[in-house]
């Protein structure tokens, strides 16, 4: 299937641990990005790698690092998770200058941390 | 600061009427626009883009565009209970970071 995968689904862990977020996407996209959804269901990009190269880095604490192998590939590593940091995190990607096909997400990351 | 606002409802309407999502932006160099559906625990997926002034009908959806009043709208004709979800609105600036701005959402629910 043709799709944005990410890994894992559901994240439980404590606070000062440091966890990654895996995805991967076999559409043929050449741009890929990071949104933070929170409770409210506010969509916030975090970050965006066109080609393994970061365009956007949002406002985001350092404790986020993304990681881009190659162009199907964006990972998000977190050091030192606090409480605030628990939201849902989906990765997407798009075709860049294919405007009107919009994103494709992945199915999210639900991050919880206690 | 772009902005996009919409209300976040929850929008309840009797199944078989038509939904009227809003949306409005701030910044008057958004020229695409996007509505999402998301269901409770999914992710969003696209349902409609928008770049022109006017109406753009899809199915059982329009999207409607008025770029002087900056807002756009989304239609559902004869909704059906399975449209209820999260509707998110979006706008980009194209040519710019080709990062689109994200409303809150508006839920909608369509009650039998």
């Known amino acids: 299937d043709t799709a944005v995968s990410q890994t894992p689904k559901y994240l439980v862990t404590q606070m000062g641990n440091d966890k990654s977020i895996k995805c991967e996407q076999n559409l043929g996209h050449d741009t890929m990005y990071w949104y933070k959804q929170d409770s409210k269901k506010f969509l916030k990009i975090m970050f965006s790698?066109?080609?393994?190269?970061?365009?956007i880095n949002e406002t985001v604490p350092n404790r986020f690092s993304p990681k881009s192998p190659d162009k199907a590939h964006l990972n998000l590593h977190i050091n030192s998770l606090e409480l605030g940091d628990s939201a849902v995190y989906f990765c997407?990607?798009?075709?860049?200058?294919?405007?009107?096909?919009?994103?494709?997400f992945g199915s999210g990351t639900r991050l919880t941390v206690v | 600061q772009k902005e996009v606002e919409q209300n976040s409802g929850p929008l309840s309407v009797p199944e078989g009427a038509i939904a009227s999502l809003n949306c409005t932006y701030s910044d008057r160099g958004s020229q695409s626009f996007f509505w999402y559906r998301q269901y409770s625990g999914k992710s969003p997926e696209l349902i409609m883009f928008?770049?022109?002034?006017g109406d753009k009908e899809d199915g059982r959806f329009t999207a409607q565009l008025n770029k002087a009043s900056q807002y756009v709208s989304l239609l559902i004709r004869d909704s059906q209970p399975s449209d209820s979800a999260t509707y998110l609105c979006?706008?980009?600036?194209?040519?710019?970071?080709?990062?689109?701005?994200f409303g809150r959402g508006t839920s909608l629910i369509v009650h039998p």
């Open positions: 928008i770049y022109s002034n």
């Open positions: 997407a990607s798009s075709r860049r200058g294919q405007v009107g096909y919009g994103y494709t």
């Open positions: 790698y066109n080609n393994k190269e970061l365009i």
């Open positions: 979006a706008a980009l600036i194209t040519g710019g970071s080709y990062i689109p701005t």
